[in-house]
T-cell receptor
Framework: AQSVTQLDSHVSVSEGTPVLLRCNYSSSYSPSLFWYVQHPNKGLQLLLKYTSAATLVKGINGFEAEFKKSETSFHLTKPSAHMSDAAEYFCVVSDRGRDDKIIFGKGTRLHILP | DTGVSQDPRHKITKRGQNVTFRCDPISEHNRLYWYRQTLGQGPEFLTYFQNEAQLEKSRLLSDRFSAERPKGSFSTLEIQRTEQGDSAMYLC?????????????FGDGTRLSIL
């Protein structure tokens, strides 16, 4: 069965410092993994996706994530936080065996301190 | 803008009333999904269509809920005899079926409030 665990419900960082949002997955097949961002009262925007090509994936707005099979992790990072990064972030897993079904984590709320 | 659009953005209604939401997917996308999101939670899958065929329904989708995609383009989600527990954000997404896992693209959602 597929599942995804976001290890922190809230993360606070100061503007200009690095961001780390943690995600662990469980999948019975080789997974595809995604990170989405959701700003208040908005839909979800795709940040990046991993689909078995390079293990280090670069996304939009300076975010990147590294797929580590040995650790079953797909943590999201950014070198320098910006105030506009304050939002909810969702880690998502999709089994390769099914390309039509995705499961969301519970989300991590990122707070940026001035 | 050629993204996924949802209408209305907000709906306030009294318990027991029927409501209908509409989703227009990205035009070339043949898959369309409905999700429900409550406060502090990630989206939960409700149902999805490939073209006009409804291929899967979640157990969350009680018999008060019905979704249609009659011509394989826009979709509607109807909730009959609304209850307090139906208050949530209803999100629509679309994607293109094909090789590999194509990401889903989301609309801004319809927020439903039941009085």
């Amino acid at each position: 069965a597929q599942s995804v665990t976001q290890l922190d419900s809230h993360v606070s960082v100061s503007e200009g410092t690095p961001v780390l949002l943690r995600c662990n997955y469980s999948s019975s097949y080789s997974p595809s993994l995604f990170w989405y961002v959701q700003h208040p009262n908005k839909g979800l925007q795709l940040l990046l996706k991993y689909t078995s090509a390079a293990t280090l994936v670069k996304g939009i707005n300076g975010f990147e994530a590294e797929f580590k099979k040995s650790e079953t992790s797909f943590h999201l990072t950014k070198p320098s936080a910006h105030m506009s990064d304050a939002a909810e972030y969702f880690c998502v897993v999709s089994d390769r065996g099914r390309d039509d079904k995705i499961i969301f984590g519970k989300g991590t709320r990122l707070h940026i301190l001035p | 803008d050629t993204g996924v659009s949802q209408d209305p953005r907000h709906k306030i209604t009294k318990r027991g009333q029927n409501v209908t939401f509409r989703c227009d997917p990205i035009s070339e996308h043949n898959r369309l999904y409905w999700y429900r999101q409550t406060l502090g939670q990630g989206p939960e899958f409700l149902t999805y269509f490939q073209n006009e065929a409804q291929l899967e329904k979640s157990r969350l989708l009680s018999d008060r809920f019905s979704a249609e995609r009659p011509k394989g383009s826009f979709s509607t989600l109807e909730i009959q005899r609304t209850e307090q527990g139906d208050s949530a954000m209803y999100l629509c997404a679309s994607s293109l079926a094909g090789i590999g896992n194509q990401p889903q693209h989301f609309g801004d959602g319809t927020r439903l409030s039941i009085l």
